[in-house]
């Protein structure tokens, strides 16, 4: 990150001590400012909030201060992409706020973009380049709102963002008072969490298992399990509760129901002389917990599974996390014969170096490089060469959410060894796995 120095800026009084922007109460009187001056009929004040994604496991990874020399980069990206009747604020650890002046719907949505352009450069740290991604909210707002209900929603636009998958704008529909707005929020995370309980009471919880197949001969090689909650006949994806259940801890409940779910699924296969890997996903919550190692070896006991045929799908950035806890229970899934997965590849900013430390079987190349084949070239590059290097390293790379018979054949030409995705299976309950495995 060449020309990154702390001591480029200036801060003054009441700025933020690392970049010299105006802090968050700062931001909040020039927005209030704005907000009594903006009369316009056809134009409004925007509130941009702007947070980078994934940026704590920057932090755990190269530690703080290269994530702080980042802040001040990202801070002078946004400075040269600003417009001139743009504001720029920095509200908290690697979030910042726009605030912009007499434009239209459009103009703000155009300027979000370019600000997300521009942060989203590629950034050199040492031998290694990071393509920062970013989430952005916007709200928009007239001259009767007030300016800590605006930020409140571009804040919550941006989380809306986040929980899309980040790398995303999202805009602020609704002018709810951000208390309801709040509450709201509070009490669907309260519903999700009671559906929670309920499902697990009455066997709500279940698996649906999506097939893996090999590209050579077009057999199903390996299923992932992904769990889903039905309550009163209503299912809510994995997306909606496991990030309740992480808040609530039952995420250690769910974990090692599904590890045993997914076990005893395997022992059901196994009898029917279907002998694929059942691939299970692993979440931080479950890795923090010094009890996640002895779930493992119950499940061995209990169900007498061969270890080899249970893959933990461990995302990108949690390969790379500092946390003991987190290095102990991923070296002890090893050391008892469980292959690792790296899921969602190219979305976190890990380095292939932890490979060497901590070999996964297998690399699952994320959508964001399939959505865009066959016409997007970067796409194929990035697809090439990760191929190329797995195939160097003697492991699996499959392809995630494979939709298209062109994503397909690009995906088989650039030699990735397994697809997972809608155009050759979706993910289905046990029985209707069995009759598509059988078929
Ligand atoms: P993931 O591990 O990357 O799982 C793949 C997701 O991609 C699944 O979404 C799957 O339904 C979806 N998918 C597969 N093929 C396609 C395709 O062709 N197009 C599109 N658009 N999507 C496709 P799902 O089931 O909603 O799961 C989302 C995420 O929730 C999973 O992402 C995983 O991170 C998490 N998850 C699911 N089950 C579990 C679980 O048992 N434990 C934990 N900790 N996380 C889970
Ligand atoms: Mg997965
Ligand atoms: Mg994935």
């Given amino acids: 990150m060449a020309g990154v120095f702390l001591k480029d800026v200036h801060p003054s009084a009441g700025s933020d001590w690392l970049t010299g922007l105006p802090a968050r109460g700062n931001c909040l009187s020039l927005l209030a400012a704005e907000l009594e001056h903006g009369e316009h009929p056809d134009s409004h004040v925007a509130a941009i909030w702007l947070n980078i994604d994934r940026f704590r496991q920057i932090n755990n990874s190269f530690g703080h201060i290269v994530g702080d020399s980042l802040l001040v980069e990202f801070a002078r990206r946004l400075r040269r992409a600003l417009p001139l009747k743009g504001e720029l604020a920095r509200v908290g650890g690697d979030e910042f706020v726009v605030i912009l002046s007499g434009v239209s719907e459009p103009e703000a949505n155009r300027i ?8 989203s450069q590629p950034l050199g740290i040492g031998t290694q380049r990071l393509r920062p991604s970013v989430s952005i909210g916007i709200a928009l707002a007239g001259p009767e709102d007030d300016a800590s209900a605006v930020l409140e929603r571009s804040d919550r636009a941006m989380s809306e963002a986040k929980r899309e998958g980040g790398g995303r704008i999202v805009q602020a529909v ?25 499902a697990l009471e009455t066997g709500g919880l279940f698996l649906d298992y999506q097939p893996i197949i090999r590209v ?12 889903r ?14 990030p309740v259940a992480e808040k609530t801890g039952l995420i250690s409940h769910l974990g090692d129901w599904s590890l045993v779910t997914a076990a005893e699924f395997i022992q059901h296969l196994n009898r029917q002389g279907l002998n694929l890997k059942v691939a299970v996903n692993v979440s931080r919550a479950q890795l923090l917990t010094p009890a996640f190692a002895k779930s493992l070896h119950g499940v061995l006991a209990y169900t007498g599974i061969a270890p080899e045929q249970m893959e933990l799908e461990i995302t990108e950035s949690l390969f790379m996390d500092k946390a003991d806890e987190v290095q102990k229970n991923l070296h002890a899934a090893l050391e008892a014969g469980f292959p690792l997965a790296l899921d969602d590849f190219g979305t976190g900013y890990s380095s292939l170096a932890c490979l060497k430390d901590l070999p996964a079987s297998k690399i699952k190349l994320d959508r964001a490089f399939v959505v865009d084949l066959p016409n997007d070239t970067r796409s194929i590059c990035v697809a090439r060469a990760v191929s190329r290097l797995a195939a160097d390293l003697g492991i699996t790379i499959v392809a995630e959410g494979v939709e298209t018979a062109e994503q397909y054949e690009c995906l088989c030409q650039a030699g990735v060894t397994a697809v997972q995705g809608f155009y050759l299976a979706r993910p289905m309950g046990e029985l209707e796995l069995q009759k598509w495995l059988l078929a």
Avoid: W, Y
């Avoid at 609704?174 to 309920?198: T, Y």
């Avoid at 909650?229 to 496991?242: A, H, K, N, S």
């Fill in 112 to 119: 979000a973009r370019s600000l997300q352009t521009a942060l």
């Fill in 174 to 198: 609704n002018q709810q008072h951000p208390v309801q707005v709040g509450k709201h929020l509070a009490r669907e995370e309260l519903g999700v969490e009671e559906m929670l309980h309920r």
């Fill in 216 to 227: 050579a001969d077009g057999t199903a090689v390996a299923v992932e399990a992904l769990m």
């Fill in 229 to 242: 909650c039905r309550v009163d006949d209503q299912v809510i994806p994995p997306g909606r509760f496991i």
